[in-house]
């Protein structure tokens, strides 16, 4: 949903790309603050939703300085110059991997002898980030014969030897189904990565260059305006990037589950207090969270930049500069800056907007 030009949204009474209405009237529906502050009149957010079935890509996306560098060397795969940081908001149960364990956890797990060949030859006192990112590069160079060796060596020894990390041998059989037991993902995510077992309304925070791989779920996934992607496991080995970029831009925030974490806070906006809003440490948006039981009520007040939300769920209506739009599961609305929302649900609505300001 937005103006991102691999799939914009068009306005569905006159076909029109929405990039082209909203360049048209860029102050009133972007307005200056946000013109001024990107410099652009871009929609600078990107939500979609996400319906996952199968693990997707072991991924970071590329800081800004790297995010032009490999734009200019290479537009085609590398689609634009911008950082893609994001949130990921669960819809249902959510499964993922997201940053890296506590350098404890992680080290106790590197004492299985099946993990010893990935540990530095010359032990070192610590078993700091240089150690961990050896590790995971030495995880993603090995070869299929000794990821697969790797896994099954692990499914043969005592559950106990997992400690609290008992999901690793039930998770093994699965990845293993999705991908394969030669995937270099596996190893990688299962030993080095926090696994989150998330529910509805519960949401991570993803910084630029952050290590990350969805598991299971729906959720609402909201990044900057950027599809820059370096991919190195849950895929084919074609599809695969550079290993030494991946290693090279890995950063170690978040480095444990709860750091992940991106709770709701009392939106100022809400009239009614039923808008929570997920605000992440970011310039280019928030999402806020709005939830209504039947015949409820929430107005938002107006908002100084633009806003794009979606219905997920329910039935009922929105008034907003003096007109009234009927709301149904699927429906998307953009919304223009200084626009108060007036949402009336008659059948329970559950709505997310993106917006900035
Ligand atoms: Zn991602």
Redesign the pocket.
Known sequence: MGTYPDLPSYVLESGEDLQDVVDKNADELIGKTTITKFNHTKIPYLPKVLSIAKALPL?L?PNKELASQLHSRDPDQFTDPNHKP?IALALSDFEAFCGFKPLKDIQRLMKLPPLQPFLPSVEKPDFDDQTLKHVVKAMLTASDEAIKKTNDALLQLPKEQFGADSYIPELIPRLSKQYDKTDNGTVVALITMNYLRLKKGDSIY?PADGI?AYLSGDIIECMARSNN?LNTGFCPRADRNSIDMFISCLTFTPHSPDECMLPPKTFEKSKNGKTQVYAPPLAEFSVLSTELGDGEEETVEAIGGPSIFIVTGGEGSLKADGKEHKLSEGYIFFVGQGVEMEFRATKGLQIYTAYVE
């Open positions: 991924q996306h994001e993803i990350h992607v």
